[in-house]
């Protein structure tokens, strides 16, 4: 049967904040952040804007309401979750308005879990025909004012309906992941940001490309000759050209090279602007390929690379369908440049602002700008969302 990605869509901050702004103010060269990591602005989430209103926001871009009727799952991939408990979906399922007999869960593995929920979905409806399952990528990407994260940071959701006879794009039946138990990127409970061995992440990012690849390619006899583009988990662009050099086949024919490289530039384009989304920037990185590529066709086949630090890789595929460019926007870049930028101060004070809760567990919140959901206030432990323009 054919499952896939029969609907994709994406949202962020009102916020940025201009990564020569942030080199200036930091003493850092900019080109270090505009050449050594590839990224030119980032995506800065106020306190009411967080993985679910990103979520929801990003979901409800692409739903109509037969979706709404028909989907019997919602999976919500983070690593930057708001409850240890309570799923992130069952807030989302409720904003949308999702027919309530479905199943409503949370995935964590640092930036990888949006690839095991994609397959669980693909599974299902497999299993399931006429199900629909709504899959959520959406992180808030927090370091912490100068640290070396820092200008790796950014906010976002991406959102996929997973269905039969998709309109966009075939899950392959095929992959491999790979898990080592190692330190690179984590997050103890008691933390609102990481600890990061960054270098190390680096190295293990690029070995477990080297190594899922060579694997993927051994069983099912494959090369980078039978794909048109590969898409890479994105924490920076400059990581991802490095495991692109990384994995390219010198013996490939130029123009085939050409069109790898043509499609990789493309598939950055949106991550250079927003900055790291964690589980979401694989898919953001697949988006801005599909939106931006000149060169694709129906029945390209395109590869995925994974990462979450900790470690998971996989590598899977998927195959272009017919018509799959009438599913999507061509003016996400313009978008992009409608956001309000930040000075340093007034980054460091939205991104970092943390509930003043009383002794009831109480907080409300100055009026920032977000997208069609928000965060109204926190009563009695309780977050309480709503539609932007609803009075509560
Ligand atoms: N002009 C041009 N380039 C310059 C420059 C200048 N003036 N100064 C420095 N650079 C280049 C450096 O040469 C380097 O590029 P190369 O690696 O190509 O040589 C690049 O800028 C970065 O500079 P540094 O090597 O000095 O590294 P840094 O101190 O800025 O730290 C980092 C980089 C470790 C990745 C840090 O940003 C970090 O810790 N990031 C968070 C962790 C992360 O993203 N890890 C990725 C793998 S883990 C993962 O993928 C999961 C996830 O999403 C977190």
Redesign the pocket.
């Known amino acids: 049967m054919n499952v896939g990605i029969d609907k994709i869509g994406f949202a962020t901050t009102q916020y940025l904040l201009n990564m020569d702004d942030l080199a200036k103010e930091r003493g850092?060269?900019p080109?270090?952040y505009s050449?050594?990591?590839l990224l030119e602005n980032l995506s800065i989430a106020p306190i009411t804007e967080d993985i679910i209103t990103l979520g929801a926001s990003a979901a409800d871009s692409i739903l109509s309401d037969e979706d709404k009727e028909t989907i019997d799952m919602v999976i919500v991939a983070t690593e930057s979750s708001i409850d240890q408990s309570k799923a992130a979906a069952t807030y989302i399922h409720h904003l949308l308005g999702i027919q309530p007999f479905a199943r409503s869960i949370e995935m964590k593995e640092?930036?990888y879990s949006a690839t095991a929920a994609l397959d669980y979905a693909r599974l299902h409806v497999e299993k399931h025909p006429d199900s629909k399952v709504l899959v959520i990528a959406a992180d808030v990407?927090r370091?912490g004012a100068n640290?070396?994260?820092e200008?790796?940071q950014g906010a976002g959701s991406v959102a996929m309906l997973v269905t039969q006879n998709p309109r966009i794009l075939l899950l392959n039946d095929n992959s491999v992941a790979q898990t080592r138990d190692i330190m690179?990127?984590w997050r103890p409970n008691y933390s609102t940001t990481?600890y990061?061995n960054?270098?190390y992440?680096?190295k293990?990012?690029l070995d477990m490309l080297k190594t899922t690849w060579a694997e993927f390619q051994k069983r099912f006899d494959t090369s980078l000759a039978d794909f048109s583009a590969f898409c890479f988990?994105l924490?920076?662009p400059?990581?991802a050209l490095?495991g692109f050099r990384k994995i390219m086949d010198k013996s490939l024919p130029t123009q085939w090279q050409e069109k790898l490289q043509a499609n990789f530039e493309s598939s950055i384009l949106y991550s250079k602007q927003v900055g790291?989304i964690?589980t979401g920037?694989l898919f953001l990185g697949l988006l801005s390929l599909l939106e931006n590529s000149q060169n694709l066709a129906a029945g390209d086949r395109i590869a995925f690379f994974s990462?979450?630090?900790g470690a998971v890789a996989e590598i899977f595929t998927g195959t272009l369908v017919d018509g799959f460019q009438e599913q999507l926007h061509s003016s996400r870049l313009q978008e992009l440049n409608q956001r309000q930028p930040l000075s340093v101060a007034t980054y460091e004070k939205l991104f970092f602002e943390e509930a003043q809760l009383d002794a009831d567990g109480n907080a409300t919140f100055a009026d920032y700008l977000t997208g069609p959901f928000a965060l109204k206030e926190i009563l009695g432990h309780e977050r309480l969302y709503g539609r932007t323009n609803d009075k509560n």
């Open positions: 850092v060269d080109d270090k050449k050594g990591l640092a930036c990407a370091y640290t070396p994260g200008p790796t690179d990127f990481p990061v960054g270098m992440s680096t293990q990012y988990h924490p920076f400059k990581l490095k790291n964690y920037s990462y979450g630090s």
